[in-house]
């Protein structure tokens, strides 16, 4: 089992509750917009908290509130590429993508730079790329933390219809390329039928 | 323009007494704004006003509260006199200490202000890839708040070199101790045929003031990689 999650989650007045168990490569979480699909990923990162449940990734358990068991965010080691990139905008592209260097991370510096197509940025500010430019930075600051699995927020959504094949592409290769757990939050069905190898409906 | 040796020791005060009181004042004024922006706790709402009330009370006032905690006969000052052997009375130290106090308000709300427009979003990307909590401090929530600090430093120097109330009701205008350059301005036009003297200390203090803040714009800019280049 890749993620096996059980959770009840409470935001204001709005309840989330999920329960799945996905096998190996690309699980989309795929739903409408404000169906909690972000609060998920959170969850598995550990920036947010559940209320009740459990959550293991390739069986390590990340969270279990019956056990108490809640392993730190820096310890998960969740390569997390957000939906707006949240590259650090006091840092180069160097200095971003080196910041969670990882011994572990399945690709090299160079070989990142190599397979997102990013050599050529490394002493750009981030506030001077373009989307597609800043959201392969952030996959390869994701990739060379040294993750264990992969969560994509909507990768594609802060970008214009002509960089979206750009990014598609990249995940794509990802899939094929690294053997790594990836959960893929998205509301567009044609990526989700163009990616999942499983698909979580909310 | 020509400087008396004696006015020369009033700027150079002038420039210790403030510099100490906002390098002091720094590390302190930082805890308490990341204190405001960043905490709950029981009583937020006294913190914040006790923090502010060297902005909102008459300087003289401030002056008085000093000498009743930290003069001789003070808890406070017979406690720092016996701990450090540091006596605030008629000594340039206790201008430091009136400066400080009063540029507290000013320096704790324009990091304040910075730190709460972090965006902590960045933070957390900073946590999933692996920094712990020192590490996000360091290397990001410090660096953004940087522009804030420089604001807070500028502002705290600037209101240090004003600084006249506080300073003369607690350790009084004592020449070569306390007589920052306000007071000496102030004392000058006390007496006869002293324009000249008081045009040259004013000059200087607004060169100074001046220059805290061009310095500021200059470190801000190039702090931030020229993205933004404005302090105040």
Do not use: C
């Not at chain 1, 279990?64 to 939906?83: E, K, L, M, N, T």
């Not at chain 1, 930075?137 to 750009?166: K, M, Q």
């Not at chain 2, 007589?179 to 000058?188: D, F, G, H």
């Amino acid at each position: 089992m890749s993620f096996e999650i059980a959770i009840d989650h409470r935001i204001g007045d709005r309840p989330i509750h999920l329960r799945a168990q996905a096998g190996a490569g690309l699980v989309a979480l795929f739903g409408p917009s404000g169906a909690g699909k972000t609060s998920i990923l959170n969850m598995v990162a550990g920036i947010l908290t559940p209320d009740n449940g459990r959550i293991a990734v390739d069986g390590e358990t990340l969270f279990d509130s019956s056990a108490g068991i809640d392993i730190p965010v820096a310890r998960r080691r969740a390569g997390y590429v957000f939906q707006d990139g949240r590259l650090f905008p006091h840092m180069r592209v160097r200095a971003n993508l080196l910041y969670g260097r990882h011994g572990d991370a399945p690709l090299s510096f160079d070989a990142v730079l190599d397979f997102l197509g990013i050599g050529h940025l490394l002493d750009r500010w981030p506030a001077t790329l373009s989307g597609g430019e800043a959201q392969r930075v952030a996959i390869g600051r994701a990739l060379l933390s040294g993750p264990r699995f992969l969560l994509l927020d909507e990768p594609l959504s802060s970008l214009d219809p002509g960089r979206r094949e750009e990014i598609l592409t990249v995940i794509e290769r990802m899939k094929r390329d690294l053997a790594m757990p990836m959960l893929y939050v998205s509301h567009d069905r044609y990526e989700v039928d163009r990616l999942a190898d499983q698909i979580i409906a909310l | 323009m020509i400087l008396s040796p004696e006015e020369w020791g009033i700027v150079t005060l002038s420039l210790r007494v403030s510099l100490v009181a906002v390098g002091l004042m720094l590390p302190v004024a930082f805890a308490f704004a990341w204190l405001l922006a960043r905490w709950r706790f029981p009583g937020k709402l006294l913190v914040d006003a006790l923090v502010h009330l060297p902005l909102v009370v008459p300087p003289v006032v401030t002056g008085w509260l000093l000498l009743v905690l930290f003069g001789a006969n003070g808890p406070l000052g017979r406690l720092f006199e016996q701990a450090f052997g540091l006596s605030f009375m008629f000594r340039w130290t206790g201008a430091a200490l009136a400066s400080a106090i009063m540029a507290m308000p000013l320096m704790v709300r324009a990091m304040r202000l910075s730190i709460e427009g972090i965006d902590r979003r960045l933070e957390q990307a900073a946590q999933t890839l692996g920094a712990g909590r020192w590490r996000v401090f360091l290397t990001i929530s410090l660096p953004l708040s940087l522009p804030g600090i420089v604001a807070g430093l500028v502002l705290g120097f600037a209101r240090s070199i004003g600084e006249f109330g506080a300073t003369i009701t607690f350790v009084s205008d004592v020449p070569g101790e306390t007589r920052t350059l306000p007071i000496a301005i102030y004392s000058a036009l006390q007496l006869p045929g002293a324009e000249a003297a008081v045009t040259r200390l004013a000059v200087i203090s607004i060169l100074l003031s001046l220059g805290a803040l061009v310095t500021s714009e200059a470190l801000a800019r190039r702090a931030s990689g020229g993205r933004t280049n404005h302090v105040l």
